[in-house]
């Protein structure tokens, strides 16, 4: 690696300061400390040696935990497309066409966020003068994951161009930010272009074939709803029923644990999710107070619903809520992101729960949005402070009450 | 929540027991071995104005040439002119070092081949009021051994401590153990603690490691209260000792000394001199022979370094690696260290060096970093920075090293945003740099939480 070393120890004076380039300084920074870790030293005064850790391991971490949700994403869309238009009724029929199908269709969404958000980062860097922020490793590769395989790709780059800018930039970039970046990106398109991202036609891919006699596209969620309205039958029933015409038990509970069913590429598999959640919590990068406290909100605000079941969804198993929709990826990749979570340890029990029951209330009560952990997530993510606060405070009364007795 | 989580506490009688849970331990390699190295003794001794935080406009006393004893008063502080700083050892003042704007920067003596002390009067603390031993002690040399907190700086003669706190034991990175530098030192350690008691209007407490039976030299000390800590580091910080005995509010002051400090005074009462011989452990990796050497404050560590080296490019450091400081070959060691630390110096580039699976030490267990796996391991830690300053990301972390009841995120921040009311109000009166130090190593974003905590300090002490 010594060439590649000189080349860019060659390169260097151009871009510092005096050099002809000097303005795409944070630029050549980051291309160079991404290959090379830098060679600076500690100071002369306080610690002489450094913790083996940096962000840039620390948030390619995160990444790592979402590649289970990644290749599950992509298989099952080629594997949603083919049971659709009748093409395969197995699971692991055709294995190579879904594999392909998957990978044509997710790839270049992944591709069109990194690249556009990475411009931004770059501009916003240079311009600002700030070091490229590592956090967008991880924004690049959650946006993909929380739309449907058919968004159009205009729409992925501007929702990531928007959520990097307004929503991380414009607060000072990573660190800064009150919300989180995938989250808002995915909120920008549901009321930008609902069209594209919400109802029963999206979620599955359909290409230019016709889909199968009686196929619905809806997601258990909906499937839900619809139970809740009509009353005609229990929720679990409802679901146990629906779209028979793809196989019996695709709505089953351990199809939906699973995940292979409609939804946004990498929500569906709430198993792949634990996957990646037990990666953030065995590596200490994502807080396990958040996941659990999150999770069981859920469970518990749907027990809650249960005591007053007024109609079918909201006597609905709790348990349900876990595996439906995108409530599993939420709380593990969304609500853990520590820049836009509660930052107290007490701050983070309350923040996990309050999300678990603002899912379930949003997805119970509210006809206009089916799934509810975005808004959950949103909402609690601008009262994490809030909470912090009084978290913050406790600590400062405690030490004036001593200061006092 | 988290209050007294980690940290169960208990009374017998007067001591407290307390047991720390958040922490971390650096395991290095180079532990000094428990023997007096026969490396070739110091020639100069420095005294740096600048190893005294808080030390404001120095003045010296001597001039270049003069021949002083030791215990020779060398500088002062013209805002705290009644402590003296003297000289170490006897000798030829050989150089009056300045740097810009003719800031004192040294003093360096050239010592006599036999040390010969300033004779002062043998200390009687009954027949003495306070303010008298004070004033005793402040012309002594011994005196800027005692540090004041609030702010961790000298502690003016003329206050009357809350309490005066001792921890006996060093608990960072190849630390001295005290039971094997000090030993035979009880008589002068009970003077200085006799001494110390007639200073404050509260207790002196002795903090011993409560992991271990209570090394010989502390074991038999009256006069103080004994209280037992164990845990990890910062264990030994005698700031957490003070926070979970006896916290400093606002408008309160405590004093602390290092029980090197407390000998001696302890020796200054008994025998009327100042001697600041001591024995300190030169330690790190980079180290063919690492044991314990008995010299004198400020010494010149060169002797104890050059031709005991293992390898060409290396830091050498004064005091520990998480608190200490920088310096060169020919450099001095700083008046408040009792040891000195080679380590590798890191200035390389490392390919891919923020993804490559390693052992190299962390605190963490995100991907690739796997020192977890050996907690007992000793590590070899060079000085790289390992990766650039970034903004806050990870939470939790510092807490998780920090057994006090304190948000250093929170209160870090208020510094950068020189917010005053916050800043006191999150507790600067109870931290100074170390007790903060291991958060400056485990930070995931690179922060220089010491010299945060520094100018935190100063924000409020000059507010």
């Known amino acids: 690696m010594k060439f590649l070393r000189d080349l860019l120890d060659k390169q260097k004076p151009l871009f510092e300061k005096g050099g002809k380039l000097e303005s795409l300084y944070y630029a050549f920074e980051a291309g160079d400390t991404f290959m090379f870790s830098p060679k600076h030293t500690t100071g002369i005064k306080g610690a002489q040696v450094k913790d083996a850790i940096d962000l840039k391991r620390m948030m390619i971490t995160v990444v790592i935990a979402m590649i289970p949700c990644l290749l599950f ?18 699971l692991w029929e055709n294995f190579g066409d879904k594999t392909w199908i998957g990978v044509m269709l997710v790839l270049p969404i992944v591709l069109v966020a990194y690249t556009a958000g990475g411009i931004v980062e770059a501009i916003f860097a240079v311009v600002r003068k700030h070091p490229i922020n590592e956090g967008f490793l991880v924004t690049g590769m959650l946006i993909p994951l929380v739309v449907p395989a058919t968004t159009p790709l205009w729409q992925v780059a501007l929702a990531t161009v928007f ?15 009150v919300l989180n970046v995938a989250m808002t990106a995915r909120a920008f398109l549901y009321f930008a272009y609902p069209a594209q991202i919400s109802g029963d036609q999206v979620w599955t891919y359909l290409g230019d074939k016709m889909p199968v006699d009686g196929f619905s596209g809806a997601t258990a969620l909906s499937v839900v709803y619809n139970a809740g309205v009509e009353g005609t039958q229990t929720a679990v029933e409802a679901l146990a029923s629906h779209n028979t015409v793809l196989g019996s038990g695709l709505f089953e509970f351990t199809n939906l644990f699973i995940g292979w069913i409609p939804g946004s590429i990498g929500e569906t598999s709430t198993l792949m999710a634990l996957v990646g959640a037990l990666i953030l919590i065995a590596t200490g990068v994502a807080s396990w107070k958040i996941i659990f406290s999150g999770f069981a909100g859920a469970y518990i605000m749907g027990f809650v619903m249960n005591l007053f079941a007024v109609n079918e969804y909201m006597a609905l198993p709790p348990q349900y809520h876990w595996v439906m929709g995108g409530l599993a990826f939420g709380i593990v990749f969304m609500a853990t992101d520590p820049v836009s979570a509660a930052q107290t340890e007490t701050g983070k029990w309350i923040y996990g729960l309050l999300i678990g029951f603002l899912t379930v209330i949003i997805r119970v009560t509210n006809p206009a949005y089916p799934e509810g952990i975005m808004l959950a997530v949103l909402f609690m993510n601008v009262f994490a402070p809030l909470i912090d606060y009084y978290v913050v405070k406790a600590n400062k009364t405690r030490r004036l009450q001593r200061a006092t007795v | 929540m988290g209050r007294f989580s980690k940290a169960h506490s208990s009374k017998t009688d007067m001591s407290k027991i307390v047991k720390l849970k958040k922490g971390f331990d650096i395991n290095m390699v180079g532990k000094a071995k428990q023997e007096l190295a026969d490396f070739a003794p110091a020639q100069t001794f420095a005294i740096k104005p600048t190893d005294f935080i808080g030390l404001q406009r120095p003045k010296v006393l001597v001039n270049e040439g003069d021949t002083v004893k030791a215990g020779t008063p060398i500088l002062i502080d013209k805002a705290l002119d009644q402590v003296i700083y003297a000289a170490p050892v006897s000798g030829k003042v050989v150089e009056i070092k300045r740097g810009d704007r003719r800031k004192l920067l040294e003093v360096k003596i050239l010592a006599d081949a036999t040390i010969i002390h300033e004779q002062f009067a043998q200390v009687d603390i009954a027949s003495l009021d306070r303010d008298a031993l004070a004033a005793k002690l402040a012309a002594s040399g011994t005196w800027p051994n005692i540090i004041q907190r609030p702010f961790g700086i000298v502690a003016n003669p003329a206050d009357t401590p809350k309490s005066i706190f001792i921890s006996a034991f060093d608990t960072h990175p190849l630390a001295p153990d005290y039971a094997f530098a000090l030993q035979g030192q009880e008589k002068y350690l009970q003077a200085g603690i006799e001494a110390l008691a007639k200073l404050t209007s509260g207790k002196v407490h002795l903090n011993v490691d409560g992991s271990k039976a209570v090394p010989a030299v502390f074991a038999d000390l009256k006069g103080a209260q004994v209280n037992k800590f164990s845990g990890p580091h910062p264990a030994g910080n005698v700031g957490v000792q003070i926070h979970h005995l006896d916290p400093i509010n606002k408008g309160e002051i405590a004093w602390t000394v290092t029980p090197y400090g407390v000998v001696q005074i302890g020796k200054f009462v008994l025998e009327g001199i100042y001697d600041a011989s001591k024995v300190i452990a030169v330690t790190g990796s980079e180290l063919t022979k690492a044991a314990y050497v008995k010299t004198y404050s400020g010494a010149s560590i060169s002797t104890f370094v ?29 008046f408040y260290h009792n040891q000195i630390t080679v380590i590798p110096e890191g200035d390389y580039y490392e390919f891919m060096g923020w993804a490559k699976p390693t052992t190299r030490l962390s605190y963490h267990r995100a991907l690739g970093l796997l020192s977890f796996l050996t907690p007992n391991k000793e590590f070899v830690l060079d000085s790289n920075g ?11 972390v510092f807490e998780s090293v920090t057994p006090m009841d304190i948000l250093p995120v929170y209160l870090l921040k208020a510094i ?4 005053f009311d916050e800043i006191e109000e999150l507790g600067i009166y109870e931290i100074v740099e170390e007790d903060l130090a291991l958060c400056e190593f485990v930070d995931v974003s690179k922060h220089p939480v010491q010299e945060l905590v520094r100018k935190g300090i100063e924000l409020i002490q000059y507010s």
């Open chain 1, 73 to 90: 994403g992509m298989y099952n869309t080629g594997h949603q497309h083919l049971l659709a238009t009748g093409g395969t009724a197995g």
């Open chain 2, 386 to 396: 390992r990766g650039e300053e970034r903004a806050f990301v990870q939470t939790g």
């Open chain 1, 163 to 177: 959520a990097v800018v307004i929503a991380k930039e414009v607060f000072g970039g990573t660190g800064m930010n």
């Open chain 2, 306 to 334: 050059k031709g005991n080296l293992n390898s060409g490019h290396v830091r050498v450091v004064s005091g520990n690696v998480l608190t200490g400081e920088k310096i060169s070959l020919e450099g001095f060691l700083g």
């Open chain 2, 416 to 419: 950068m945003a020189e917010d």
